[in-house]
């Protein structure tokens, strides 16, 4: 099916520089992009034309770390750090979860709070519970966008509410890994993949026996099910982890040590406080990196060194960590992660702070190539766009590039500015 799509198109190929078409035409084939054209070829004359005028159409945001049950306590309890923080909000609010009517309200008011945020892509975190995990992913299906899902795995040092018996823990995430398996096979009859899919999830290295992290290791292997944890986001927290494991070398090597790092297809959240080591390990088993910031600033657990990892050519993108971040509106974690390398650049001069096409980049295409050809207007990625209205921006002056208003809506504008959200050329609505 031919669908295309005309107005002002900016997205950013390479993390260096902007691509601009001004007044062009995107035509996608099946929900993926052919090309863009400053006019429409006449092969595509017949084919209906969604003119958005002088609007931007700009990639969607993937949200690379979230965990969807805090969704609720954004902006609560920023005072702690993040052990503490844990115990005394986090951990009380995710038993709640247990209650299916719960889930199932505040599930979706999360995902709907993505969807008008302009988040088409999102890497989830849920609660230890099976059945709210299932509910999650039924509402992202009814929403139109793509997400990896995962139940949290949590069989030790957790409170008496949420703390999961072994094995219970591992029969349990292997059946949603089955029945994961089984929609993707479903579907593949049909020439398709599934939006929503399963990720395996041990929530971090101290609540995650020994045992369970070697079982968890092992259905990833053997039915080819990425991973997504947290790694080196607070000192507190390292040296946590060095008195549960003394014969690991370090934290990253807990996690390679029982399988739980599967070369190309594994995420670790936030990754400030990593020795050389354990990046040569992350940069050899294609690690992605999910980057934090504004968690990071509100939990005080110190500043990613970027630009050194920038440097290295590790796969890097943004994460909104609700509720350690306080918003899920991507926009404001593009600003954050530039604010982030500024704060690093005044205390190590020879480290460059973001530019706004870098920091776009890790938004879009950095988190969205964990997805697949996701992120960018490139022929063979997914259409998945935002239309943005800046009417409300420009005022009277007239801003000379589609940068320049790109720059000013990530810094003023709204989710009101949103008027359109697209995954795979389908419209995405708000509830």
């Known amino acids: 099916m031919i669908k295309i799509f005309k107005g002002n198109v900016i997205f950013t190929k390479t993390m260096q520089s902007f691509e601009e078409h001004k007044n062009s035409y995107i035509v996608t084939k099946n929900g993926v992009v052919e090309g863009i054209f400053e006019k429409c070829p006449e092969e595509y004359a017949d084919a209906e034309i969604i003119d958005f005028g002088d609007s931007l159409i700009i990639p969607g945001f993937n949200d690379l770390h979230v965990h969807a049950p805090q969704w609720l306590n954004m902006g609560i309890g920023y005072s702690e750090e993040l052990l503490p923080w844990l115990e005394k909000y986090t951990f009380p609010l995710e038993s709640s979860f247990e209650d299916e009517d719960f889930a199932r309200k505040y599930y979706r008011l999360f995902v709907d709070d993505m969807v008008k945020c302009g988040t088409t892509r999102a890497c989830i975190f849920a609660t230890r519970h099976l059945r709210a995990t299932e509910i999650l992913m039924e509402l992202l299906e009814e929403s139109g966008i793509g997400a990896f899902v995962g139940k ?4 030790r040092n957790s409170s008496d509410a949420l703390q999961e018996d072994t094995q219970t823990s591992i029969d ?10 089984e929609k993707r096979e479903k579907a593949a009859l049909n020439g398709e993949l599934p939006l929503v899919n399963y990720i395996i999830t041990p929530r971090f290295v101290p609540s995650t026996t020994a045992e369970l992290m070697t079982a968890l290791g092992k259905i ?4 080819d099910v990425p991973i997504q944890s947290h790694l080196d986001e607070n000192l507190d927290e390292v040296a946590w982890v060095k008195e549960l494991h003394p014969e690991c070398r370090s934290f990253t090597a807990v996690y390679d040590d029982f ?4 070369p190309g297809k594994t995420i670790m959240a936030h990754c400030i406080h990593n020795t050389d080591e354990e990046l040569k390990t992350l940069k050899e088993k294609d690690v992605f990196i999910a980057h934090c910031p504004q968690s990071n600033f509100n939990l005080s657990s110190g500043v990613m060194p970027l630009r050194k990892y920038l440097d290295m050519g590790m796969h890097v993108g943004i994460g909104s960590d609700v ?11 593009i600003v954050e992660a530039i604010h982030a390398s500024k704060c690093y650049h005044s205390v190590h001069r020879e480290s460059a702070p973001l530019s706004t096409s870098e920091a776009f980049y890790l938004a879009t295409k950095g988190s969205g190539s964990f997805f697949g050809k996701v992120g960018s207007f490139e022929e063979g990625y997914d259409f998945d766009a935002l239309i943005i209205d800046d009417t409300n921006l420009l005022h009277e002056k007239q801003l000379d590039t589609l940068q320049e208003r790109l720059e000013k809506f990530i810094f003023t504008g709204t989710v009101d500015n949103i008027t359109n959200r697209y995954v795979k050329a389908k419209k995405v609505t708000c509830k």
Do not use: F, P, R
């Open 323 to 333: 509720s350690g971040g306080h918003t899920l509106n991507m926009k404001e974690h």
């Open 172 to 181: 349990e995430t292997l059946a949603l890994v089955k029945q994961d398996k």
């Open 259 to 262: 399988g739980l790092i599967l």
């Open 152 to 155: 949290v795995n949590m069989d």
């Open 220 to 223: 990833a292997a053997e039915y």
